[in-house]
């Protein structure tokens, strides 16, 4: 409907498809010819044609062939068809092109977000050769191979369209931004991102004890030289670079990633009972362990749970799965959605932010109930404490939510995958009647 908004001239074009000859009013069933051939063409209608060109091509008797001769192919038009196609991968831009000079300069059609992608998998990894069309036709007017747009089938889900741009954002953005910052300086990066994180999260005073400095606004420019960086003192250094590293393994259970953990937040909780007499910040890590230790035995295992009935559910729509090496084990909640190392580094990254303003907002919606209900209760810490407690739980409500989309996107994908699915094989069972 978006389609007829912005372009009300589509809404009444005619169209009759050059293959079935059929006629009827523009809408998504149709793909138009970009070769600036007046031509149209269904979308069903190029599957069937894609199909039988293949067929034709690969089996030498295709009424006699044996059952699931054709299965490379389906395989193939169920990848091309696939409109979050990108969820099937792993790869970021910066690995996407380094195969480029195996497929060269010539230009076919779908190269950059079908074969390419596809390539990427098989030269990355030691897996089976991936399916890949060989021919996409021509324009029956003007010749061109390069004649129309790679057809996709998708499902209408905010959600799910979102979670796809923001993993095709962070594909884009986090390879490149890391690449700049050890171009330049690392350590600084690295430093400024924990320091960035920690202010999102603790108030001025709390970090200006904490981190043994008389203002953090010290440490900005401390940051500027490698002697600024080697005259902050060793814990502060610790505390602040540890950070995201410490937000990466929250969740982890490993033994490596349990014994960091401790050793690192007993560094922060000896560093605020050094320097800092406010609120007690070892009830606060105690908590915080606490609601963490909760998460992982109860809430993460009723999500995994979740997981494992979708798979039993959806995993028959898997088209891609021989994609994945035997030896490759993959987590639930990457079964249909795959996640690589930049996606999983931008949620850490943004996680303080986002757990920073999920608390401003709890806090609001807690003064406006104790406003309307008229409590008179004021609690025993100065109001940038209060406002840290609730930044601290904004982190944790921001996380409980995040895996629950998550969990809603994968259920939406596991769809989407049985729509492909039942669209390709009909359009082929067409074709295989004929021939039978």
Not at 56 to 85: M, Q, R, W, Y
Not at 303 to 315: A, E, F, P, Q, V
């Amino acid at each position: 409907m978006a389609t007829f908004h912005f372009f009300p001239s589509l809404k009444k074009k005619r169209c009759i498809c050059w293959i079935c000859l059929e006629e009827s009013t523009y809408d998504t069933t149709w793909l138009l010819h970009t070769c600036c051939c007046n031509l149209q063409i269904h979308k069903r209608c190029y599957i069937k044609w894609l199909y039988q060109m293949h067929v034709e091509l690969f089996l030498s008797d295709p009424t006699n062939s044996p059952k699931g001769a054709d299965l490379p192919i389906i395989t193939s038009l169920k990848c091309l068809v696939d409109g979050h196609h990108d969820f099937m991968t792993t790869f970021s831009l910066t690995e996407i092109w380094d195969t480029r000079p195996i497929w060269g300069q010539k230009s076919v059609p779908f190269q950059n977000d079908y074969m390419l992608n596809l390539m990427s998998l098989y030269t990355k990894r030691n897996n089976h050769p991936p399916y890949v069309l060989l021919k996409f036709g021509e324009c029956p007017q003007c010749k061109k191979t390069s004649f129309i747009k790679r057809p996709t089938v998708t499902i209408h889900s905010l959600i799910l369209s979102l979670f796809y741009q923001w993993q095709r954002i962070t594909r884009y953005v986090i390879p490149l931004g890391v690449t700049g910052s050890f171009l330049l300086n690392p350590e600084k990066t690295s430093f400024d991102v924990g320091l960035w994180q920690l202010r999102c999260l603790f108030p001025e005073k709390v970090l200006r004890n904490m981190l043994n400095i008389s203002t953090t606004k010290a440490l900005d420019v401390y940051a500027q030289t490698e002697r600024g960086l080697l005259s902050i003192p060793l814990t502060s250094s610790v505390i602040i670079y540890g950070f995201l590293h410490y937000l990466s393994n929250i969740s982890n259970v490993s033994a490596n990633a349990i014994l960091f953990k401790w050793i690192y937040l007993n560094i922060v909780k000896a560093a605020g009972n050094k320097y800092y007499k406010g609120i007690g910040l070892p009830k606060i890590i105690l908590y915080s362990n606490l609601a963490t230790f909760c998460y992982n035995f109860t809430f993460k295992r009723f999500l995994d749970l979740m997981y494992k009935r979708l798979i039993r559910k959806g995993s028959e729509n898997l088209y891609h799965g021989d994609f994945e090496n035997a030896n490759h084990v993959v987590s639930v909640d990457e079964f249909f959605i795959k996640r690589s190392w930049y996606t999983v580094l931008a949620e850490k990254i943004l996680w303080p932010f986002v757990g920073k303003c999920t608390g401003g907002l709890l806090l609001n919606i807690f003064l406006w109930i104790q406003k309307r209900l008229k409590i008179e209760w004021s609690p025993n810490c100065s109001p940038s404490e209060f406002r840290m407690i609730f930044n601290i739980i904004g982190c944790g409500t921001a996380a409980v939510s995040w895996s629950s989309l998550k969990l809603y996107a994968n259920y939406r994908r596991c769809q989407e995958l049985e729509k492909i699915n039942r669209y390709v094989e009909e359009s082929c069972s067409e074709v295989q009647t004929d021939y039978s």
